[in-house]
């Protein structure tokens, strides 16, 4: 996690939540992480409150009242102070548990759901923070390491296809979100956030003056649900 690599010139680390939440991105830098190693079980926490569906979203009310054993109560105080300081930093946090998010498969040269690396766009100066307490991590690329999909030959002739016309390919692109899209370069270093740890990326908007963070859900465990939380 240290700046030193030229792997992670992308990546500037923290020790506490007010340096994550005030430190400008800048030059290269795109993805701040606050690095800890949590308390408690988590784990119990996820075979509580888990359904049949493929994602829970989980309230405060309801992460409250479940019966824990002592370390699953420590996993808890963990989740809620994040979602408390998260609120009074003025996000609007969510936890979900995830077994998997749906695929899209409408198009087959071109999905675009979590599990494409992407950014994500706003209209007004924000940042996406997550955690993932349980299973698999999310995972992040370096900007130099990847291709806008949409400027790939191949891919870039099957959309045309797509787009009526009557206006601007460009303004068609941004319209259906494909523009968001990132592909990996054949020799790519993923960056893998790790269990716990609590990130702020970077948001394609107006008055941002670095790159968004490439970013992307990683493929579950079968029968590890994820414990997630995201803003």
Known sequence: MKNSSPLCNQIHSVSNFQDLVSTPFHGE??????????????????????????????????????????????????????????????????????????????????PTDVYSFHVDRSPIPTSTFLCTYHGEASEILPNNQAVQKVMVPEIREELKKLDPGGGDFESFLKEYFFDLHYQALPDAKIINLGKGNLWRLAVDHPKSNVLPCLHRAPKEKKGESRLLLIC
């Open 29 to 110: 830098v795109n993805a701040l992480c606050w690095k800890r190693e949590l308390n408690g079980d988590f784990s119990e926490i996820v075979s509580k409150l888990e359904t049949e569906e493929n994602i829970v979203e989980i309230d405060i009310k309801e992460l409250n009242n479940i019966e824990l054993t002592t370390q699953g109560k420590l996993a808890r105080e963990v989740i809620l102070n994040d979602l408390k300081v998260l609120k009074e930093n003025g996000a609007d946090p969510v936890l979900n548990i995830i077994k998997y998010y749906e695929r899209d498969e409408e198009l087959s040269f071109f």
